[in-house]
């Protein structure tokens, strides 16, 4: 797919590839995490093991999309992921504007960088410090045992099941998953705001697209307080 310009290659690779993940990301956390805090209402009868099965799907479309979000760039095709949108705007950095610059200032100094290296940045320091920010900070296969840990749940139980024990292998929780899904969050909304003048959110928890995902949830508990309203034996 070709581009005409630098800012909008990566305004795609973000709204079509890393913010769409980060958003079925969490619609599949906030569901599992409104299952499991509602799933022993309803110990006991026919909706157990549906809702069981459904948190199962769930927490394998979580670790898939979570995956995505760090998917290395290769030499035989293009992925859109962090790791590619971030060496992306590395070899462009000289050529790249920052558009919303104040408010990409904040944003870093949200996340620690020193305030004394944000003021009044030039625009190549600035695209330095993103680069370096994202750069050291960047969970890998190699730096993250969560990443680690999904990855493996990808290859060898969800991509393609393989006769192997994995009960030996790195392990983590949807806590640290959320996390992952956290940065990511973060690097979207600085990179959108920087070179493409998108605003997603708020660094931090705040992401617009999270809100909607959570609706979703607020759904399913009414779901749950119907179904705990009756007697399900009434019905089968």
Do not use: W
Not at 25 to 49: C, E, V
Request: glycine share 4%.
């Amino acid at each position: 797919m070709s581009f005409d310009s630098p800012k909008e290659k990566i305004d795609y690779f973000l709204q079509k590839g890393i913010v769409l993940d980060i958003y079925l990301s969490r619609l599949a956390y906030s569901l599992i995490m409104t299952i499991g805090k509602n799933g022993q209402k309803l110990d006991g009868t026919p909706f157990q093991l549906f809702f069981r099965d459904i948190q199962t799907l769930l927490s394998d479309h979580l670790i898939v999309h979570i995956t995505k979000l760090f998917e290395k760039p290769n030499g035989r095709y293009e992925i859109v992921s962090v790791p590619s949108v971030l060496q992306y705007i590395k070899e462009y950095s000289s050529t790249l504007e920052i558009i919303e610059k104040p408010l990409v200032c904040i944003q870093l100094k949200s996340l620690g960088v020193p305030d004394a290296i944000l003021s009044n940045p030039s625009t190549e320091l600035l695209n330095k410090i993103i680069v370096d920010y994202f750069d050291s900070t960047l969970p890998l296969i190699e730096n993250s045992i969560d990443l680690q840990a999904l990855r493996i749940l990808r290859n060898k139980r969800i991509a393609h099941k393989e006769a192997i024990d994995i009960s030996s292998r790195p392990i983590t929780t949807f806590k640290n998953a959320f996390e992952l899904i956290k940065f990511a969050q973060n690097f979207a909304i600085i990179v959108g705001a920087a070179y493409t003048s998108t605003i997603y959110g708020q660094i931090g928890d705040f992401f617009y697209l999270g809100e909607d995902a959570e609706r979703a949830s607020n759904s399913l508990e009414k779901i749950f307080a119907q179904l705990t309203k009756v007697d399900p034996t009434n019905h089968f």
